[in-house]
C-alpha cells in the first residue's frame, strides 16, 4: 500500500496542478502494482495481471518506432518501454492498459514517445494520450474523458504473440495531422515507481 501511495504522489507531481486536486487517484482493493502513466494520464492503481509477460525493468524493450507528422515521416527503433495490463482504471472507469515508451535525446530526429492508450471494460472506443517530440517540436492528443482533452485521434492495438503494434491516428493540439505505430515484441507487467 505504501507503494501505491508513492505511486500516486509521484504521478500527481507529472500532472497539470489541478489534475489531482479535481480527480484523486484512487487505490482498489488489492492492487499490487501500477503504471505510471503520460503526464496527462490519470491512473489509479492497478494489479498485475493479465499482462504476455513479467514485471519489467524501464528501458529494457526492444521497439520500432514509425510516425508521420504534418506529412513528414520519421522511424526509429531502439530500447524502450512496452507494458500492458488487463487490471487498470481511468478516472475511475475499469480498463486495460497499453503503454509505450520512448526516449533518443536530442541526436535523433524522433526524440522522444509517450504513449498510453486505455481500453474501457465495458467496451467503447479506446482513449489515448499520446505525448511525441519530432525535431524539437512538441505534439500532443489526448482523448481519455475526465481529463483534459487535446487534439483529436483514435487508438487500436493489434496483437501479435506476445507482443503487438499500438497505433494511433488523428489530429495533435498543435493542428499537425499525426500517425504514430509503435511495435513491441513483447509486454511487460507495469511496476509501481517509488518503492
Known amino acids: 500500500m505504501r507503494r501505491l501511495l508513492l505511486l500516486a504522489g509521484a ?4 500532472l497539470p496542478a489541478t489534475a489531482c486536486r479535481d480527480h484523486p487517484p484512487s487505490v482498489p482493493a488489492g492492487a499490487v502494482s501500477d503504471e505510471a502513466a503520460t503526464s496527462s494520464d490519470q491512473a489509479s492503481p492497478a494489479a498485475a495481471t493479465g499482462s504476455a509477460a513479467g514485471a519489467g525493468q524501464r528501458g529494457t524493450t526492444p521497439l520500432e518506432i514509425t510516425a508521420k507528422v504534418g506529412g513528414k515521416s520519421y522511424r526509429a527503433s531502439g530500447l ?18 497499453w503503454v509505450a515508451r520512448y526516449s533518443a535525446g536530442e541526436e535523433s530526429d524522433l526524440e522522444h514517445l509517450n504513449l498510453t492508450i486505455w481500453e474501457p471494460k465495458a467496451g467503447g472506443a479506446a482513449q489515448v494520450n ?21 487534439g483529436k485521434g483514435a487508438g487500436s492495438v493489434r496483437r501479435s504473440g506476445q ?33
Open 11 to 14: 504521478l500527481c507531481a507529472t
Open 80 to 97: 524502450g518501454e512496452c507494458q500492458h495490463t488487463t487490471e487498470a482504471s481511468i478516472y475511475q472507469v475499469p480498463a486495460a492498459l
Open 163 to 195: 507482443g503487438g503494434t499500438l497505433t494511433v491516428e488523428g489530429e495533435s493540439g498543435e493542428g499537425a495531422p499525426v500517425r504514430v505505430a509503435v511495435s513491441c515484441p513483447a509486454f511487460t507487467v507495469p511496476i509501481a515507481e517509488g518503492g
Open 130 to 150: 499520446l505525448s511525441l517530440r519530432v525535431e524539437g517540436g512538441e505534439h500532443q492528443i489526448a482523448t481519455v474523458q475526465g481529463g483534459q482533452l487535446e
